[in-house]
Protein backbone atom coordinates (compact mmCIF):
# COMPACT_ATOMS: atom_id res chain seq x y z
CA UNK A 1 0.00 0.00 0.00
CA UNK A 2 1.20 3.55 -0.94
CA UNK A 3 0.78 6.61 1.25
CA UNK A 4 -1.58 9.56 0.35
CA UNK A 5 0.95 11.10 -1.09
CA UNK A 6 2.19 8.89 -3.65
CA UNK A 7 -1.50 8.86 -4.70
CA UNK A 8 -2.86 10.64 -7.77
CA UNK A 9 -6.34 12.50 -8.00
CA UNK A 10 -6.89 14.48 -11.02
CA UNK A 11 -8.22 17.75 -10.65
CA UNK A 12 -11.11 17.25 -13.89
CA UNK A 13 -13.55 14.89 -11.92
CA UNK A 14 -15.68 14.31 -9.18
CA UNK A 15 -15.10 11.71 -6.52
CA UNK A 16 -18.11 9.57 -4.09
CA UNK A 17 -17.40 8.49 -0.90
CA UNK A 18 -17.01 5.16 -1.87
CA UNK A 19 -14.34 6.18 -3.59
CA UNK A 20 -15.50 6.21 -7.50
CA UNK A 21 -14.49 8.50 -9.32
CA UNK A 22 -17.29 10.26 -11.93
CA UNK A 23 -16.15 12.41 -15.05
CA UNK A 24 -18.44 14.51 -16.99
CA UNK A 25 -18.05 13.79 -20.56
CA UNK A 26 -20.59 15.47 -22.93
CA UNK A 27 -24.04 14.57 -21.50
CA UNK A 28 -22.46 11.83 -20.00
CA UNK A 29 -20.80 10.33 -16.54
CA UNK A 30 -17.79 8.01 -16.87
CA UNK A 31 -17.35 6.24 -13.56
CA UNK A 32 -14.18 4.24 -12.13
CA UNK A 33 -12.68 4.09 -8.87
CA UNK A 34 -9.48 6.16 -7.74
CA UNK A 35 -6.46 5.31 -6.96
CA UNK A 36 -6.89 4.65 -3.19
CA UNK A 37 -9.15 2.71 -3.84
CA UNK A 38 -7.32 0.52 -6.68
CA UNK A 39 -4.22 0.49 -4.46
CA UNK A 40 -6.09 -0.54 -1.04
CA UNK A 41 -7.74 -3.53 -2.87
CA UNK A 42 -4.70 -4.79 -4.46
CA UNK A 43 -4.39 -6.66 -8.03
CA UNK A 44 -7.87 -7.08 -9.68
CA UNK A 45 -8.38 -10.29 -11.00
CA UNK A 46 -11.87 -10.18 -12.14
CA UNK A 47 -14.48 -6.66 -12.74
CA UNK A 48 -17.71 -8.10 -13.51
CA UNK A 49 -20.11 -5.13 -14.73
CA UNK A 50 -23.85 -4.34 -15.04
CA UNK A 51 -25.74 -4.68 -18.28
CA UNK A 52 -25.80 -1.85 -20.80
CA UNK A 53 -29.13 -0.71 -20.59
CA UNK A 54 -29.38 -1.34 -16.91
CA UNK A 55 -30.62 1.76 -14.30
CA UNK A 56 -29.24 2.25 -11.20
CA UNK A 57 -30.30 4.99 -8.27
CA UNK A 58 -27.28 6.81 -6.48
CA UNK A 59 -25.18 4.77 -4.43
CA UNK A 60 -27.02 1.51 -6.04
CA UNK A 61 -24.53 -1.81 -6.47
CA UNK A 62 -23.57 -1.71 -10.01
CA UNK A 63 -21.20 -4.71 -9.95
CA UNK A 64 -18.41 -5.79 -8.26
CA UNK A 65 -14.13 -5.29 -8.05
CA UNK A 66 -12.43 -9.21 -7.21
CA UNK A 67 -9.13 -8.98 -6.28
CA UNK A 68 -6.94 -11.70 -5.11
CA UNK A 69 -7.63 -11.13 -1.40
CA UNK A 70 -11.12 -9.41 -1.25
CA UNK A 71 -14.22 -8.56 -3.22
CA UNK A 72 -15.60 -5.03 -3.23
CA UNK A 73 -18.90 -3.97 -4.60
CA UNK A 74 -19.11 -0.92 -6.97
CA UNK A 75 -21.65 1.71 -5.76
CA UNK A 76 -22.96 4.29 -8.67
CA UNK A 77 -22.19 7.70 -8.14
CA UNK A 78 -25.14 9.33 -10.12
CA UNK A 79 -28.62 8.31 -10.77
CA UNK A 80 -29.03 7.15 -14.51
CA UNK A 81 -28.97 4.29 -17.09
CA UNK A 82 -26.08 2.87 -18.22
CA UNK A 83 -25.08 3.39 -21.56
CA UNK A 84 -21.40 1.71 -22.11
CA UNK A 85 -19.27 -0.76 -19.50
CA UNK A 86 -15.48 -1.37 -20.63
CA UNK A 87 -15.42 -4.91 -22.31
CA UNK A 88 -11.65 -4.69 -22.21
CA UNK A 89 -11.76 -5.26 -18.52
CA UNK A 90 -13.35 -8.72 -19.07
CA UNK A 91 -9.75 -9.47 -20.73
CA UNK A 92 -8.04 -7.52 -18.26
CA UNK A 93 -9.02 -6.27 -15.56
CA UNK A 94 -5.86 -5.25 -13.86
CA UNK A 95 -6.31 -1.96 -16.38
CA UNK A 96 -8.68 -0.67 -13.05
CA UNK A 97 -5.09 -0.61 -11.47
CA UNK A 98 -2.70 0.39 -13.55
CA UNK A 99 -4.99 3.46 -15.22
CA UNK A 100 -7.63 3.56 -12.96
CA UNK A 101 -7.99 7.22 -14.30
CA UNK A 102 -8.35 6.00 -17.98
CA UNK A 103 -7.73 2.90 -19.63
CA UNK A 104 -9.26 1.29 -16.29
CA UNK A 105 -12.71 3.44 -16.20
CA UNK A 106 -15.73 1.12 -15.67
CA UNK A 107 -19.36 2.01 -16.70
CA UNK A 108 -20.36 5.17 -18.64
CA UNK A 109 -23.68 6.73 -17.37
CA UNK A 110 -26.83 8.90 -19.01
CA UNK A 111 -27.29 10.98 -15.54
CA UNK A 112 -30.76 11.62 -14.43
CA UNK A 113 -29.93 14.56 -12.93
CA UNK A 114 -27.34 16.86 -13.03
CA UNK A 115 -27.74 18.24 -9.43
CA UNK A 116 -26.31 14.60 -8.21
CA UNK A 117 -22.92 15.12 -10.32
CA UNK A 118 -22.28 18.61 -8.55
CA UNK A 119 -22.91 17.07 -5.10
CA UNK A 120 -20.34 15.09 -5.40
CA UNK A 121 -16.64 16.11 -3.79
CA UNK A 122 -14.23 17.73 -5.73
CA UNK A 123 -10.34 16.83 -5.03
CA UNK A 124 -9.62 18.74 -2.79
CA UNK A 125 -13.02 17.39 -0.53
CA UNK A 126 -11.70 13.90 -1.37
CA UNK A 127 -8.07 14.50 -0.36
CA UNK A 128 -9.34 15.68 2.86
CA UNK A 129 -11.89 12.64 3.35
CA UNK A 130 -8.72 10.35 2.82
CA UNK A 131 -6.81 12.12 5.73
CA UNK A 132 -8.88 12.27 8.11
CA UNK A 133 -9.44 8.08 7.02
CA UNK A 134 -5.77 7.89 7.68
CA UNK B 1 -11.05 -35.50 26.71
CA UNK B 2 -13.63 -36.30 29.41
CA UNK B 3 -17.18 -35.40 29.09
CA UNK B 4 -18.53 -33.96 32.47
CA UNK B 5 -22.00 -32.27 32.60
CA UNK B 6 -21.56 -29.42 35.18
CA UNK B 7 -21.69 -29.88 39.12
CA UNK B 8 -24.39 -28.11 41.00
CA UNK B 9 -21.57 -26.03 42.35
CA UNK B 10 -20.25 -24.17 38.78
CA UNK B 11 -24.05 -24.34 37.94
CA UNK B 12 -24.26 -22.04 40.96
CA UNK B 13 -21.35 -20.39 40.51
CA UNK B 14 -21.94 -19.30 36.48
CA UNK B 15 -25.91 -18.46 37.85
CA UNK B 16 -24.13 -16.10 39.97
CA UNK B 17 -22.54 -14.29 37.30
CA UNK B 18 -25.24 -14.09 35.19
CA UNK B 19 -27.24 -13.23 38.07
CA UNK B 20 -30.43 -15.46 37.50
CA UNK B 21 -31.70 -17.13 40.87
CA UNK B 22 -32.39 -20.78 39.28
CA UNK B 23 -31.65 -22.37 35.62
CA UNK B 24 -35.99 -21.97 35.55
CA UNK B 25 -35.38 -17.99 35.81
CA UNK B 26 -32.50 -18.62 32.99
CA UNK B 27 -34.57 -20.23 30.84
CA UNK B 28 -37.51 -17.61 30.98
CA UNK B 29 -37.05 -16.49 27.67
CA UNK B 30 -37.61 -19.79 26.56
CA UNK B 31 -41.08 -20.62 25.64
CA UNK B 32 -42.55 -22.98 28.25
CA UNK B 33 -44.05 -25.27 25.64
CA UNK B 34 -40.95 -25.82 24.94
CA UNK B 35 -39.30 -26.75 28.26
CA UNK B 36 -38.98 -30.20 29.42
CA UNK B 37 -40.91 -29.88 32.87
CA UNK B 38 -39.81 -33.23 34.59
CA UNK B 39 -36.37 -35.23 34.25
CA UNK B 40 -35.22 -37.31 31.43
CA UNK B 41 -36.31 -41.00 31.82
CA UNK B 42 -33.28 -43.02 30.74
CA UNK B 43 -32.95 -46.75 31.20
CA UNK B 44 -30.26 -47.76 33.86
CA UNK B 45 -26.56 -48.88 32.69
CA UNK B 46 -25.95 -52.02 31.10
CA UNK B 47 -23.14 -54.13 30.54
CA UNK B 48 -20.68 -53.96 27.57
CA UNK B 49 -22.15 -57.37 26.55
CA UNK B 50 -25.80 -56.23 27.54
CA UNK B 51 -25.02 -53.43 25.35
CA UNK B 52 -24.02 -55.31 22.15
CA UNK B 53 -27.06 -57.51 22.47
CA UNK B 54 -29.06 -54.11 22.43
CA UNK B 55 -27.44 -52.89 19.52
CA UNK B 56 -27.35 -56.34 17.85
CA UNK B 57 -31.63 -56.50 18.58
CA UNK B 58 -31.66 -52.80 17.04
CA UNK B 59 -30.07 -53.91 14.06
CA UNK B 60 -32.47 -56.81 13.42
CA UNK B 61 -35.32 -54.49 13.44
CA UNK B 62 -35.61 -52.94 9.98
CA UNK B 63 -36.04 -55.10 6.77
CA UNK B 64 -32.73 -54.48 5.23
CA UNK B 65 -30.72 -56.56 2.64
CA UNK B 66 -29.72 -59.54 3.09
CA UNK B 67 -32.24 -60.84 5.13
CA UNK B 68 -34.50 -59.32 3.21
CA UNK B 69 -35.08 -58.79 -0.69
CA UNK B 70 -35.01 -54.85 -0.95
CA UNK B 71 -36.32 -53.50 -4.14
CA UNK B 72 -36.07 -50.07 -3.13
CA UNK B 73 -34.50 -46.97 -4.38
CA UNK B 74 -36.10 -43.62 -4.71
CA UNK B 75 -32.80 -41.89 -4.08
CA UNK B 76 -30.56 -44.45 -2.34
CA UNK B 77 -29.55 -47.22 -3.95
CA UNK B 78 -28.39 -51.06 -3.52
CA UNK B 79 -25.52 -51.28 -5.52
CA UNK B 80 -21.99 -53.49 -5.09
CA UNK B 81 -19.19 -51.62 -3.54
CA UNK B 82 -16.06 -53.00 -4.81
CA UNK B 83 -13.54 -54.36 -2.10
CA UNK B 84 -10.73 -51.93 -3.26
CA UNK B 85 -12.82 -48.70 -2.28
CA UNK B 86 -13.40 -49.50 0.87
CA UNK B 87 -10.22 -50.66 1.56
CA UNK B 88 -8.36 -47.33 -0.01
CA UNK B 89 -11.34 -45.07 1.90
CA UNK B 90 -10.75 -46.57 5.20
CA UNK B 91 -6.71 -46.27 5.31
CA UNK B 92 -6.43 -43.44 8.18
CA UNK B 93 -4.66 -40.80 5.48
CA UNK B 94 -7.84 -40.67 3.82
CA UNK B 95 -10.51 -41.37 6.87
CA UNK B 96 -9.39 -38.98 8.96
CA UNK B 97 -8.56 -35.91 7.29
CA UNK B 98 -10.70 -32.86 7.07
CA UNK B 99 -10.56 -30.25 4.52
CA UNK B 100 -7.31 -28.66 4.84
CA UNK B 101 -7.66 -24.81 5.75
CA UNK B 102 -4.13 -24.38 4.94
CA UNK B 103 -5.28 -26.19 1.42
CA UNK B 104 -1.87 -25.42 -0.38
CA UNK B 105 0.57 -27.82 1.84
CA UNK B 106 -2.38 -31.03 1.47
CA UNK B 107 -1.49 -31.22 -2.61
CA UNK B 108 -2.67 -34.90 -2.24
CA UNK B 109 -6.32 -34.23 -0.85
CA UNK B 110 -6.52 -31.47 -3.15
CA UNK B 111 -5.41 -33.61 -6.41
CA UNK B 112 -8.41 -36.07 -4.78
CA UNK B 113 -11.04 -33.22 -4.86
CA UNK B 114 -9.22 -32.07 -8.73
CA UNK B 115 -9.02 -35.89 -10.22
CA UNK B 116 -13.54 -36.37 -8.67
CA UNK B 117 -14.73 -32.73 -10.26
CA UNK B 118 -12.58 -33.85 -13.45
CA UNK B 119 -14.39 -36.94 -13.35
CA UNK B 120 -17.99 -35.06 -12.53
CA UNK B 121 -17.31 -33.05 -15.42
CA UNK B 122 -16.89 -35.89 -17.73
CA UNK B 123 -20.14 -38.12 -16.50
CA UNK B 124 -22.21 -35.13 -16.92
CA UNK B 125 -20.67 -33.27 -19.73
CA UNK B 126 -19.84 -30.07 -18.40
CA UNK B 127 -16.93 -27.66 -17.63
CA UNK B 128 -16.56 -27.04 -14.25
CA UNK B 129 -18.08 -29.20 -11.08
CA UNK B 130 -17.42 -27.96 -7.23
CA UNK B 131 -15.54 -29.77 -4.79
CA UNK B 132 -19.02 -31.14 -3.70
CA UNK B 133 -21.93 -30.52 -1.53
CA UNK B 134 -24.00 -32.44 1.58
CA UNK B 135 -26.39 -34.21 -0.92
CA UNK B 136 -28.38 -34.10 -3.56
CA UNK B 137 -31.39 -31.88 -1.90
CA UNK B 138 -29.14 -29.22 -1.09
CA UNK B 139 -27.15 -29.87 -4.22
CA UNK B 140 -30.63 -28.88 -5.72
CA UNK B 141 -31.59 -25.81 -3.42
CA UNK B 142 -27.98 -24.39 -4.55
CA UNK B 143 -28.58 -24.72 -8.40
CA UNK B 144 -32.17 -23.09 -7.89
CA UNK B 145 -30.21 -20.22 -6.04
CA UNK B 146 -27.57 -20.07 -8.54
CA UNK B 147 -29.90 -19.36 -11.31
CA UNK B 148 -31.55 -16.92 -9.52
CA UNK B 149 -27.89 -14.95 -9.04
CA UNK B 150 -27.62 -15.53 -12.40
CA UNK B 151 -30.80 -14.58 -14.25
CA UNK B 152 -31.70 -11.74 -11.59
CA UNK B 153 -35.84 -13.73 -11.58
CA UNK B 154 -37.53 -14.91 -9.31
CA UNK B 155 -39.43 -17.42 -10.03
CA UNK B 156 -38.32 -21.23 -10.65
CA UNK B 157 -40.41 -24.03 -12.38
CA UNK B 158 -40.01 -27.44 -10.48
CA UNK B 159 -41.41 -30.41 -12.10
CA UNK B 160 -43.78 -32.52 -10.03
CA UNK B 161 -41.68 -35.52 -10.80
CA UNK B 162 -38.52 -34.44 -8.58
CA UNK B 163 -37.88 -36.20 -5.90
CA UNK B 164 -40.54 -35.09 -3.12
CA UNK B 165 -37.97 -34.61 -0.51
CA UNK B 166 -35.60 -32.71 -2.83
CA UNK B 167 -38.66 -30.25 -3.79
CA UNK B 168 -39.47 -30.01 0.07
CA UNK B 169 -35.42 -28.87 0.64
CA UNK B 170 -35.50 -26.53 -2.17
CA UNK B 171 -39.13 -25.25 -0.87
CA UNK B 172 -37.24 -24.46 2.58
CA UNK B 173 -34.16 -22.95 1.13
CA UNK B 174 -36.21 -20.19 -0.74
CA UNK B 175 -38.87 -19.90 2.13
CA UNK B 176 -37.51 -17.18 3.58
CA UNK B 177 -36.59 -15.39 0.39
CA UNK B 178 -39.67 -14.14 -1.35
CA UNK B 179 -39.04 -16.18 -4.64
CA UNK B 180 -41.70 -18.11 -6.12
CA UNK B 181 -41.76 -21.74 -6.93
CA UNK B 182 -43.91 -23.23 -9.79
CA UNK B 183 -44.81 -27.05 -9.59
CA UNK B 184 -44.90 -28.16 -13.72
CA UNK B 185 -47.50 -31.39 -13.87
CA UNK B 186 -46.21 -35.15 -15.21
CA UNK B 187 -48.00 -36.28 -18.10
CA UNK B 188 -49.66 -39.81 -18.62
CA UNK B 189 -46.17 -41.13 -19.56
CA UNK B 190 -44.60 -40.10 -16.57
CA UNK B 191 -42.68 -37.38 -17.70
CA UNK B 192 -43.16 -33.48 -16.82
CA UNK B 193 -45.59 -31.46 -18.90
CA UNK B 194 -42.74 -29.24 -20.90
CA UNK B 195 -45.73 -26.62 -21.87
CA UNK B 196 -46.70 -25.53 -19.15
CA UNK B 197 -43.57 -23.56 -18.88
CA UNK B 198 -44.86 -21.26 -21.68
CA UNK B 199 -45.63 -17.76 -20.36
CA UNK B 200 -44.58 -18.20 -16.65
CA UNK B 201 -42.88 -14.38 -16.26
CA UNK B 202 -39.72 -14.01 -13.95
CA UNK B 203 -38.71 -17.19 -14.56
CA UNK B 204 -34.86 -18.19 -13.54
CA UNK B 205 -34.59 -21.93 -14.48
CA UNK B 206 -37.03 -24.71 -15.29
CA UNK B 207 -35.74 -27.45 -13.46
CA UNK B 208 -36.23 -31.63 -14.22
CA UNK B 209 -34.77 -34.64 -12.86
CA UNK B 210 -33.23 -37.78 -14.90
CA UNK B 211 -34.11 -40.03 -14.42
CA UNK B 212 -37.23 -38.57 -12.66
CA UNK B 213 -38.27 -39.64 -8.84
CA UNK B 214 -40.49 -42.65 -11.30
CA UNK B 215 -38.10 -43.47 -12.68
CA UNK B 216 -38.37 -41.92 -16.52
CA UNK B 217 -35.88 -40.69 -18.45
CA UNK B 218 -36.73 -36.98 -19.64
CA UNK B 219 -36.52 -35.28 -22.57
CA UNK B 220 -33.79 -33.28 -21.07
CA UNK B 221 -33.45 -31.70 -24.90
CA UNK B 222 -36.88 -30.27 -25.16
CA UNK B 223 -36.49 -29.25 -21.51
CA UNK B 224 -33.69 -27.07 -22.39
CA UNK B 225 -35.80 -25.54 -25.31
CA UNK B 226 -38.54 -24.90 -23.20
CA UNK B 227 -36.51 -22.84 -20.56
CA UNK B 228 -34.11 -21.27 -23.11
CA UNK B 229 -37.29 -19.83 -25.20
CA UNK B 230 -38.34 -18.52 -21.69
CA UNK B 231 -34.72 -16.64 -20.92
CA UNK B 232 -34.35 -18.89 -18.14
CA UNK B 233 -31.82 -21.16 -16.90
CA UNK B 234 -32.36 -25.29 -18.06
CA UNK B 235 -31.10 -27.06 -14.47
CA UNK B 236 -31.50 -30.92 -14.44
CA UNK B 237 -31.31 -33.12 -11.27
CA UNK B 238 -30.41 -36.76 -10.73
CA UNK B 239 -30.93 -39.28 -7.87
CA UNK B 240 -29.28 -42.12 -9.53
CA UNK B 241 -25.68 -40.93 -11.44
CA UNK B 242 -25.14 -44.45 -13.05
CA UNK B 243 -27.89 -43.81 -15.57
CA UNK B 244 -25.18 -41.34 -17.28
CA UNK B 245 -22.70 -44.50 -17.95
CA UNK B 246 -25.74 -45.03 -20.51
CA UNK B 247 -28.00 -42.46 -21.46
CA UNK B 248 -26.81 -39.05 -23.12
CA UNK B 249 -25.26 -36.89 -20.26
CA UNK B 250 -27.42 -33.34 -19.35
CA UNK B 251 -24.05 -31.54 -20.71
CA UNK B 252 -24.90 -32.53 -24.05
CA UNK B 253 -28.59 -31.91 -23.99
CA UNK B 254 -27.96 -28.03 -23.50
CA UNK B 255 -28.04 -27.77 -19.67
CA UNK B 256 -26.61 -24.99 -18.24
CA UNK B 257 -26.63 -26.43 -14.38
CA UNK B 258 -26.20 -30.56 -13.42
CA UNK B 259 -26.92 -31.37 -9.51
CA UNK B 260 -27.43 -34.74 -8.02
CA UNK B 261 -26.93 -36.88 -5.61
CA UNK B 262 -23.84 -39.63 -5.72
CA UNK B 263 -24.47 -42.19 -3.09
CA UNK B 264 -24.73 -44.74 -5.76
CA UNK B 265 -20.83 -44.31 -6.97
CA UNK B 266 -19.80 -46.49 -3.51
CA UNK B 267 -21.68 -45.50 -0.68
CA UNK B 268 -23.02 -47.68 1.56
CA UNK B 269 -27.06 -46.80 2.20
CA UNK B 270 -26.35 -46.20 5.83
CA UNK B 271 -30.00 -45.21 7.19
CA UNK B 272 -30.06 -42.76 4.41
CA UNK B 273 -26.38 -41.21 4.31
CA UNK B 274 -24.16 -39.49 4.41
CA UNK B 275 -24.55 -38.48 0.89
CA UNK B 276 -22.38 -36.92 -2.16
CA UNK B 277 -23.88 -33.64 -3.28
CA UNK B 278 -22.64 -32.82 -6.87
CA UNK B 279 -22.65 -29.79 -8.44
CA UNK B 280 -21.34 -28.60 -12.16
CA UNK B 281 -22.04 -25.88 -14.34
CA UNK B 282 -20.56 -23.89 -17.45
CA UNK B 283 -17.56 -21.84 -16.78
CA UNK B 284 -18.98 -18.84 -17.50
CA UNK B 285 -21.10 -18.91 -14.77
CA UNK B 286 -17.96 -20.28 -12.65
CA UNK B 287 -18.10 -16.97 -9.84
CA UNK B 288 -22.25 -18.04 -9.16
CA UNK B 289 -20.90 -21.22 -8.49
CA UNK B 290 -21.09 -22.28 -4.47
CA UNK B 291 -18.73 -24.55 -2.34
CA UNK B 292 -14.89 -24.87 -2.44
CA UNK B 293 -13.09 -25.28 -6.39
CA UNK B 294 -9.86 -26.77 -6.62
CA UNK B 295 -7.82 -25.88 -9.78
CA UNK B 296 -4.26 -27.06 -11.45
CA UNK B 297 -1.58 -24.59 -11.75
CA UNK B 298 2.16 -24.71 -12.00
CA UNK B 299 4.24 -22.99 -8.87
CA UNK B 300 7.40 -20.53 -9.31
CA UNK B 301 9.50 -23.95 -11.22
CA UNK B 302 6.73 -24.97 -13.63
CA UNK B 303 5.98 -28.01 -11.79
CA UNK B 304 2.35 -29.47 -11.49
CA UNK B 305 -0.07 -28.25 -8.41
CA UNK B 306 -3.09 -27.56 -7.07
CA UNK B 307 -4.62 -25.13 -5.19
CA UNK B 308 -8.10 -23.96 -3.84
CA UNK B 309 -9.19 -21.06 -6.96
CA UNK B 310 -11.77 -19.03 -7.11
CA UNK B 311 -12.28 -18.88 -3.19
CA UNK B 312 -13.45 -14.63 -3.26
CA UNK B 313 -17.00 -16.59 -3.64
CA UNK B 314 -17.22 -18.30 -0.56
CA UNK B 315 -17.89 -17.75 2.92
CA UNK B 316 -14.37 -17.05 4.46
CA UNK B 317 -13.82 -13.76 2.13
CA UNK B 318 -16.85 -12.41 1.11
CA UNK B 319 -19.24 -12.91 3.97
CA UNK B 320 -22.73 -12.52 4.04
CA UNK B 321 -22.60 -11.95 0.07
CA UNK B 322 -20.88 -15.19 -0.57
CA UNK B 323 -22.57 -17.88 -2.80
CA UNK B 324 -23.67 -19.91 0.06
CA UNK B 325 -23.39 -19.84 3.71
CA UNK B 326 -25.17 -23.08 3.87
CA UNK B 327 -22.50 -25.50 2.21
CA UNK B 328 -19.44 -27.61 2.88
CA UNK B 329 -17.03 -29.90 0.84
CA UNK B 330 -18.20 -33.29 1.61
CA UNK B 331 -14.50 -34.60 0.99
CA UNK B 332 -14.18 -38.04 1.94
CA UNK B 333 -17.66 -38.98 -0.13
CA UNK B 334 -16.29 -37.20 -2.69
CA UNK B 335 -13.11 -39.08 -2.34
CA UNK B 336 -15.26 -42.24 -2.38
CA UNK B 337 -17.04 -41.46 -5.75
CA UNK B 338 -13.70 -40.87 -7.43
CA UNK B 339 -12.36 -44.05 -5.95
CA UNK B 340 -15.43 -46.15 -7.24
CA UNK B 341 -15.70 -44.38 -10.41
CA UNK B 342 -11.78 -45.37 -10.93
CA UNK B 343 -12.31 -48.61 -9.87
CA UNK B 344 -15.38 -49.50 -12.31
CA UNK B 345 -13.57 -47.74 -15.07
CA UNK B 346 -15.63 -46.08 -17.91
CA UNK B 347 -16.09 -49.20 -20.01
CA UNK B 348 -17.30 -50.89 -16.45
CA UNK B 349 -19.74 -48.04 -15.74
CA UNK B 350 -21.62 -48.41 -18.89
CA UNK B 351 -21.61 -52.48 -18.53
CA UNK B 352 -22.90 -51.92 -14.87
CA UNK B 353 -25.29 -49.49 -16.35
CA UNK B 354 -27.04 -51.77 -19.11
CA UNK B 355 -26.89 -54.96 -16.58
CA UNK B 356 -29.43 -52.45 -14.12
CA UNK B 357 -31.29 -51.44 -17.37
CA UNK B 358 -31.78 -54.68 -18.53
CA UNK B 359 -32.39 -56.55 -15.23
CA UNK B 360 -35.24 -53.84 -14.58
CA UNK B 361 -36.58 -54.61 -17.98
CA UNK B 362 -36.73 -58.14 -17.24
CA UNK B 363 -38.75 -57.60 -14.05
CA UNK B 364 -41.19 -54.83 -15.54
CA UNK B 365 -42.37 -57.77 -18.35
CA UNK B 366 -42.52 -60.43 -16.13
CA UNK B 367 -44.48 -58.08 -13.24
CA UNK B 368 -46.63 -56.77 -16.51
CA UNK B 369 -47.87 -60.46 -17.44
CA UNK B 370 -48.00 -61.69 -13.86
CA UNK B 371 -50.89 -58.85 -13.96
CA UNK B 372 -49.30 -56.08 -12.30
CA UNK B 373 -48.81 -53.31 -15.20
CA UNK B 374 -46.44 -50.65 -15.44
CA UNK B 375 -48.25 -47.13 -14.64
CA UNK B 376 -45.62 -45.14 -17.14
CA UNK B 377 -44.83 -45.61 -20.46
CA UNK B 378 -41.57 -43.59 -20.45
CA UNK B 379 -38.22 -45.21 -20.73
CA UNK B 380 -36.40 -46.22 -17.33
CA UNK B 381 -33.42 -46.81 -15.96
CA UNK B 382 -33.15 -48.93 -12.63
CA UNK B 383 -36.27 -47.57 -11.36
CA UNK B 384 -40.20 -47.76 -12.58
CA UNK B 385 -43.93 -47.70 -10.87
CA UNK B 386 -46.56 -50.35 -11.03
CA UNK B 387 -49.75 -51.31 -9.93
CA UNK B 388 -49.31 -52.96 -6.51
CA UNK B 389 -51.92 -52.66 -3.99
CA UNK B 390 -50.75 -52.47 -0.14
CA UNK B 391 -52.56 -55.39 0.85
CA UNK B 392 -49.82 -57.19 -1.72
CA UNK B 393 -47.36 -54.85 -0.36
CA UNK B 394 -47.82 -56.34 3.17
CA UNK B 395 -47.91 -59.94 2.54
CA UNK B 396 -44.89 -59.67 0.91
CA UNK B 397 -43.35 -57.97 3.74
CA UNK B 398 -44.15 -61.28 5.45
CA UNK B 399 -41.93 -63.36 3.01
CA UNK B 400 -39.02 -60.69 3.41
CA UNK B 401 -39.75 -59.27 0.51
CA UNK B 402 -39.80 -55.19 0.12
CA UNK B 403 -41.13 -54.70 -3.47
CA UNK B 404 -40.49 -50.81 -3.70
CA UNK B 405 -41.74 -47.77 -2.29
CA UNK B 406 -45.66 -47.08 -1.80
CA UNK B 407 -46.43 -43.85 -3.49
CA UNK B 408 -49.98 -42.75 -2.23
CA UNK B 409 -48.03 -40.62 0.67
CA UNK B 410 -46.04 -38.80 -1.83
CA UNK B 411 -48.72 -38.63 -4.54
CA UNK B 412 -52.55 -39.53 -3.50
CA UNK B 413 -53.05 -39.97 -6.94
CA UNK B 414 -50.81 -42.72 -7.31
CA UNK B 415 -52.53 -44.72 -4.59
CA UNK B 416 -51.75 -48.57 -5.09
CA UNK B 417 -49.18 -48.11 -7.21
CA UNK B 418 -45.46 -48.96 -5.99
CA UNK B 419 -41.82 -47.67 -6.96
CA UNK B 420 -39.65 -50.66 -8.12
CA UNK B 421 -35.99 -50.53 -8.15
CA UNK B 422 -33.68 -53.56 -9.74
CA UNK B 423 -29.92 -52.66 -9.28
CA UNK B 424 -27.44 -55.05 -10.25
CA UNK B 425 -27.26 -57.02 -7.35
CA UNK B 426 -30.86 -58.30 -7.34
CA UNK B 427 -30.37 -61.66 -9.02
CA UNK B 428 -32.76 -63.40 -11.52
CA UNK B 429 -33.68 -66.22 -8.97
CA UNK B 430 -34.64 -63.03 -7.06
CA UNK B 431 -37.04 -61.57 -9.23
CA UNK B 432 -38.37 -65.02 -10.06
CA UNK B 433 -39.33 -65.45 -6.00
CA UNK B 434 -41.14 -62.08 -6.41
CA UNK B 435 -42.86 -63.14 -9.61
CA UNK B 436 -43.69 -66.55 -7.64
CA UNK B 437 -45.65 -64.35 -4.61
CA UNK B 438 -47.04 -62.70 -6.36
CA UNK B 439 -48.79 -65.16 -8.58
CA UNK B 440 -49.85 -67.25 -5.75
Same mark, same amino acid.
Given at each position: MKELSELVFPNDRKYSQEHEWAKLEGDKVVVGISDFAQDRLGSVVFVEMPQVGAKFSKGDECGTLESTKAVSEIFIPVSGEVVAVNTELEQSPGLVNEDPYSAGWIVEVKPENPAEFDGLLNRDQYVEMLQGME | MRYLPHTDDEIREMLEVVGNRDLDELFAGVPEGCRRKEALRLPGPLTEWELNEHMAALAREPAVSPDY????????? !?????????????????????? +??????????????? !????????????????????????????????????????????????? +???????????? +????????????????????????????????????? #????????????????? !????????????????? #????????????????????? +???? &??????????????????? &???? &??????????????????? !??????????????????????NAAMYLASVGGTGLRELALLNRDKCEYLKRELTAAGFPVTFSGPTFNEFVCELPSAVHRRLLQKKIVAGLPLGRYYPELEGHSLICVTEVRTRAQMDTLIKELRS
Open positions: - | QVYLGAGSY !EHHIPESVSYLLGRSEFSTSYT +PYQPEVSQGTLQAIY !EYQSLMCRLLGMEVANASLYDGASALAEAVLMAIRITGKGTVALSNAIN +PSYRQVVRTYLS +PTGYAVKELPYLQDGRTDMTSVQGVTDLAAVVLQSPN #FFGCVEELQQGAQAAHS !EGALFVTAFSEPLAYGL #FKNPGGQDADIVCGEGQSFGM +PRSF &GGPGLGILAGRMAHVRNLP &GRLV &GLTKDLDGKRGFVLTLATR !EQHIRREKATSNICTNNSLCAL
